[in-house]
């Protein structure tokens, strides 16, 4: 760890979307119960103000990311992108966190905001030049533990897996709302997310449509969930089915979703960050993985959460190329092509969703 035994002001390098800024929450309360009087600041995408505001326990303020090559999560601005570390020279972070992948591209960005001291991953065999505060980036795991190694790594107090979702009181009051509007109370619901922000992570919407219709067979209520931009998506399912559906694109806050899916008898959802906002409230949920890692990316707790992936998971150290792996930028994602291998069986999917609903005394299959 630094030499500095209480940093005053820390940064954490994160620029990217909502479900990976869930993930890096039990890695955030290592680094409060290390130090919990530091400043920390998010550096991160000019989004995340949400996230911030939901954890000040955790953060207390964020940094917009400005861009950097290499990085594809941000458009590239140049001038913006040295102004941003031109300031943080002048003023500089007591210790600066790279927790944006395995560095390929980001520990040069860490780097020149010239904090006095830095910590974070490296690609495995290119250890040379960086301080013992750095570690191999695991190629391997859950997202949770990847980034959990390097607290163990600076030797900071244990603070468990488990991700949260704090519900605040407007979330509540939104989610009372949209109660009132649904006649919600006393109903048992089911909620299907057939969206994702990149559409080859998407289970088609027939696929979505044939479940949604056995769950509604079975006496259960069907709400479509997703961003106002996911609607043609959701009508898609909701077009297909012979039964009725609610399609709710559009009419939730990040955080009445989170009320919504409080009361939820399941989630059924692809790999997106609705996924992890189900974890954190402990709501049961299918994860259909289509182009994406579901070893990296699905929950932690395998008896509440089933994953389901088009192909068998694959490690991903972002090295080089193999077996089909390309590596996307700093390490972050990778894409297979499904064709290549098997499907996700809809009916398996169908079975694990009535597990979960029997284990919680909702649904029996007709």
Known sequence: MP???????????????????????????????????????LIGLSGSDGFVARFPNLVDRLLPFPS???????????????????????????LALQLHGSGRHTNAFVSLMGARASAGFFLPGEEKGYPSTYRAYPGHGPEVKRLLAL????????????LEFPLLDADRAAYGRLDTALGLSGTDYVCLHPGARDPLRRWPPREFARLADALASSGLRVLLTGEAGERPIAEAVAAAMHRGAEVLCGRTTLGSLGG?????RLLVTNDTGVSHIAAALCVPSVVLFLHSDAERWAPLDRELHKAFAAEAAMGNSCLHEVGGHRCLADGCRF????????????????????????????????
């Open 3 to 41: 030499s500095a035994s209480s940093p005053a002001r820390i940064a954490v390098l994160r620029a990217l979307h909502l479900g990976d800024l869930l993930c890096a929450v039990p890695f955030l309360r290592c680094l409060r119960a290390a130090y919990p009087e530091a400043d920390v600041t």
């Open 68 to 94: 950097f090559p290499g990085v594809p999560e941000t458009p590239q601005r140049p001038g913006e992108a040295v102004a941003f570390l031109q300031a943080c020279q002048r003023d500089p972070f007591d």
């Open 151 to 162: 607290a163990r790594h600076l030797g900071w107090p244990e603070s468990g897996e488990d």
């Open 260 to 264: 919504l899916l409080e009361g939820a």
């Open 335 to 366: 894409r297979r092509r499904v064709a290549a291998g098997r499907p996700i069986d809809r009916e398996e999917v169908l079975s694990a969703a009535f597990s979960l609903l029997e284990a919680r005394g909702a649904g029996a299959r007709a």
